[in-house]
């Protein structure tokens, strides 16, 4: 029996002509996937971010709020300002009360948004002698801050910081990274809790039941 010879060696020049093979360049598969999925993982992000409906069927996002705990008996900095109907807010003569100081200015809708909150607050805790002080921020105009209090029939004294540029001394002293930001103040004058952005009512009584007497 013969033996069976190996097979012949392929010659690529002799190889019928046939459609060229395309060679995509190294790393274009990855790049083109990228091109794909980028654009459908944004979308479903933004459908899963919380969101209501306003009227006329607009989206609006809703606002996530953010709270920062202190650590027991960090001091509240001090604040001796100038008010809008000219007289004087000094935090150290509150002693003994639960204080909530909310940093806000006219032109801030957030801030707006907030104030029938603060309102409803003050009127429901009056009997635990809850003091509101509000801190006007150095980028609006105190008469625009006046007509505004004005209109919202806002009860508690709002100082004046007095800047130079967008932040004055109070708002420097207190860390403040943006408007509003809230903050809760023990009857000792520690500071309990920080609300950095709009208050929810869910979130302001919360954080009122941190400072109010039990």
């Known amino acids: 029996m013969a033996a069976a ?15 060229a ?7 274009r ?3 083109l996937a990228a091109a794909v999925l980028l654009p459908a993982c944004l979308a479903l992000a933004l459908l899963a971010l919380p969101r209501q409906a306003t009227r006329g069927g607009a989206i609006r996002l809703s606002p996530v709020p953010t709270v920062q705990i202190y650590p027991p008996g960090t001091r509240a900095p001090d604040l001796r300002l100038a008010t809008l109907d000219g007289g004087t807010v000094h935090l150290a003569a509150l002693r003994g009360r639960p204080v909530v100081v909310n940093f806000w200015a006219p032109s801030c809708k957030p801030c707006a948004r907030e104030f029938p909150l603060l ?7 009056r009997a635990d002698r809850l003091a509101l002080v509000g801190v006007l921020a150095p980028s609006d105009r105190p008469a625009s801050a006046r007509s505004f ?16 540029g967008p932040s004055g001394p109070t708002m420097t002293a207190y860390g ?4 509003p930001e809230t903050f809760f103040v023990r009857r000792d004058g520690t500071l309990a809790s920080r609300q950095l952005g709009e208050l929810t009512e869910a979130v302001l ?6 400072i109010l007497p039990g």
């Open 21 to 27: 093979r395309r060679r995509w360049p190294r790393g």
């Open 119 to 125: 309102a409803k607050a003050t009127a429901a805790h």
């Open 29 to 31: 598969p990855a790049l």
């Open 205 to 210: 009584e919360r954080q009122l039941a941190a």
């Open 5 to 19: 010879l190996p097979p012949e060696p392929h010659d690529a020049s002799t190889a019928p002509a046939g459609p």
């Open 149 to 164: 209090v004005r209109r919202a029939g806002a009860s508690w004294p709002t100082g004046i910081d007095p800047g130079p």
């Open 176 to 179: 403040v990274v943006g408007l």
